[in-house]
């Protein structure tokens, strides 16, 4: 099968691949809501807690996906380093009030350092969360990113930079609507601006 063609506009701006196509994220997030409702089908209240601001597409997608009680919180977590790799993350936002004894999925589009997915599991557990699953949409094939525990994961892909469905360079392309891969030439070219 030949990989979807980059369409005109996003090819313009530097997007060299089509990665997971659309059609591909939305089975996979069905799947991923059908998994947690299966667990959740008794009733318990569920939290998700989305990582601002890249995972708001998917969780917009994926709570639509749970016809179960569910709730939604999110958290804003900053994250230092170069542009394109993270050095380190630091909560930018007070923690969700509602998680107390509740059952939290924490809910990110990307697990790449794993800094992020181990700080804010590690401060809802604090906080009293009676448990705490982390939902990825997609994992890297790095070291760091497959030893950080992470209980749902939609799509292994390879340790390169990628935008769409909520991923962001410098906050654009986070309105792409599949994942690809965007060219070094222009990641060098907008580092700058
Ligand atoms: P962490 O390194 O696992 O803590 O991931 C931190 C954050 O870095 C993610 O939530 C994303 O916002 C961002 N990130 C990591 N890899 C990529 C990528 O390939 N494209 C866009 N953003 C990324
Ligand atoms: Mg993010």
Redesign the pocket.
Known sequence: MHAPLVPRYWADQGVERVLIDEGSINRRVQELGRELAAQFHDGREVVLVA?LT?AVVFVADLMRAIPTRVKISMVSVA?YGAS?T?QG?VLASALPSNIQGKHVILV??????????RLVRDRLNANGAASVQACVLLR?QRPQ?LETPCELVGFDIPDV???GYG???NDEFRNMPFVGVLGEAAIRARSNS
């Open positions: 990582v890249g994250s394109t993270s993350a990110d589009e990307i697990l790449d350092s794993g800094g992020t997915i890297k990113a930079f990628v935008v991923l962001d360079f």
